[in-house]
């Protein structure tokens, strides 16, 4: 694949968020493949949809994002989700899952073999629960039904034991024709080896959504040169206090001339595949800097 030539990157105005009374479903029905970065200051939530009808979300933010989150998936004139994916018990990815749950109809739900000793844990079983929902394991070389144009499978994690939550994190990849998306949730070096050894080449993708909000934690040197992004995308709070994303990361990118979105200074950001060019559109254009490092 010469992926950079089929990245197509434009920073024309945003369309998603056009706030206007009555306005509803913008895009219906959606003729690309999209991938909905959407912002939720510190935390992840992605929605995917596909021209065939389907939607998936992955996480939904923290617990004061879920009903953002739910009333972006409105606004787009969606009423079920097909799949949707908690990554990891931590409550900037499943925090806002319970709104969802109640919210919509709901196709499959999965989450990480790894139970959490929170509220907002319970929450999310409680909501489950309440809908009839079966949760599904995530886990690696499982294919989740989704789109039949379109197939997305988990690469994490392995069924064993780690030190935090972080490393129990979902990893989808999606791919959709000739393009492939990765996203990582908050998946660790530890995960990204285990990955390197099972999937080798084929970890491949055209976008990626980098492990932990851009930490060091993630996103290995090692990792990084084999995914071999054509661009990637951080979901972080603008200064958060963990100085996501980390400098070391920045520099990776920059050095191999790989652009960055990120939600804290561009807001939603939402990418588009026809399967073989990708492009790209942010919320909030005018704060972005674009480094035409190649
Ligand atoms: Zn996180």
């Keep these: 694949m010469t992926k950079f030539k089929k990245l197509i990157l434009s920073s024309v105005l945003a369309i998603m968020m056009i706030i206007s009374a009555g306005c509803e479903a913008l895009i219906d029905p959606v003729t690309e493949l999209e991938l909905h970065f959407i912002d939720v200051g510190q935390g992840d939530s992605t929605l995917i949809l596909t021209p065939g009808g389907y939607s998936m979300l992955i996480d939904a933010g923290d617990n004061t994002q879920g009903e953002n989150v739910a009333s972006y998936i409105r606004s787009l004139g969606i009423s079920r989700i097909d799949v949707l994916i908690g990554t990891h018990p931590d409550a900037d990815h499943i925090g806002g899952i319970d709104d969802i749950i109640d919210s919509f109809e709901i196709g499959d739900f999965y989450m990480p073999r790894k139970t959490h000793d929170t509220k907002t844990y319970e929450d999310v079983l409680l909501a489950a629960k309440a809908k009839g929902l079966k949760i599904k394991a995530a886990e690696s070389d499982k294919a989740i039904a989704f789109d039949p144009d379109s197939s997305a499978l988990f690469l994490s994690p392995e ?136």
């Design 159 to 294: 069924n064993k034991s780690y030190p935090d939550n972080n490393a129990y994190s979902a990893v989808v990849q999606l791919t959709y024709k000739n393009s492939r998306f990765l996203l990582m949730g908050d998946a660790e070096i530890e995960n990204e080896e285990d990955m390197i050894s099972k999937y080798g080449d084929s970890l491949s993708s055209d976008i990626i959504k980098l492990g932990h909000h851009g930490s060091a934690t993630s996103s290995s040197e090692e990792f990084l040169d084999i995914v071999n992004p054509s661009a990637a995308v951080v979901s972080c709070a603008y200064k958060n206090k963990y100085s996501h994303p980390h400098k070391e990361i920045l520099s990776y990118l920059e050095e191999n001339d790989i652009p960055l979105y990120r939600t804290d200074e561009q807001g939603t950001v939402v990418f588009y595949s026809d399967g073989e060019s990708v492009s790209v559109n942010m919320e909030d254009a005018g704060s972005y800097t674009y480094r035409k490092g190649n």
